[in-house]
């Protein structure tokens, strides 16, 4: 069975820094072909793909955020860390993580975590 | 950057009925890059339908999808009280503004 669940501070400060941890289970990210992303979704709207790491450690990431994005993996310990700079109240969001079909050649996500509500606020 | 389109913004109908779902991209993109995903309040979205046409594991065949170019569609045949949700359609790292299918 494949599970992800997202971890991390559910509010932050404008300018500040989020740390946010996709710990999974039922899969590795030193398996050829595995991939994990992060995508968000702020309250009412429609979904925003951020980021992507895969088995090999090649990475993708939003062209709109990618100045202020980094994603990497702990591969020891199941786990992608996404960190996102200089923090905006326009970032609250629900930040999911989320495993990437395989084989990769079809760019969708098929297993979610739950998502995690970060609020950005003073 | 390819932009999608999804329209109808809302759909309104009844159980039973066939729901259509369209999904537009700005320029032509390859039909493997193409899915579909339904998001109930409170719920992370879960996938459908994958490479345009393709259902994901455990998606009853009421759910379809079709399309190539630039035109997608989303089809659910006979809809159940339970296909009432938002639901997005995605071009790798994009997705769609989302069409809310409800009663």
């Known amino acids: 069975q494949i599970t992800l669940k997202e971890s991390g501070p559910t509010l932050v400060k404008p300018t500040q820094t989020l740390t946010l941890t996709c710990t999974f289970s039922g899969f590795s990210l030193s398996t050829t072909g595995v991939g994990v992303g992060w995508i968000r979704q702020p309250p009412g709207k429609a979904l925003e793909w951020l980021a992507l790491i895969y088995y090999n450690d090649d990475k993708r990431y939003s062209p709109s955020l990618k100045s202020r994005l980094t994603i990497t993996k702990d591969t020891s310990n199941n786990q992608v860390v996404l960190t996102m700079t200089n923090m905006d109240p326009v970032d609250t969001a629900t930040y999911y993580c989320?495993?990437?079909?395989?084989?990769?050649?079809?760019?969708?996500?098929?297993?979610w975590g739950q998502g995690t509500l970060v609020t950005v606020s003073s | 950057e390819i932009v999608l389109t999804q329209s109808p913004g809302t759909l309104s109908l009844s159980p039973g009925e066939r729901a259509t779902l369209s999904c537009r991209a700005s320029q032509s993109i390859s039909s493997s890059y193409l899915a579909w995903y339904q998001q109930k309040p409170g719920q992370a979205p879960r996938l459908l339908i994958y490479a345009a046409s393709s259902r994901a594991t455990g998606i009853p065949d009421r759910f379809s999808g079709s399309g190539s170019g630039t035109d997608f569609t989303l089809t659910i045949s006979r809809l159940e009280p339970e296909d009432f949700a938002v639901y997005y359609c995605?071009?790798?790292?994009?997705f769609g503004p989302g069409t809310k299918v409800d009663i």
């Open positions: 995605q071009q790798d790292s994009t």
């Open positions: 989320a495993q990437r079909l395989q084989p990769l050649l079809y760019p969708a996500f098929d297993n």
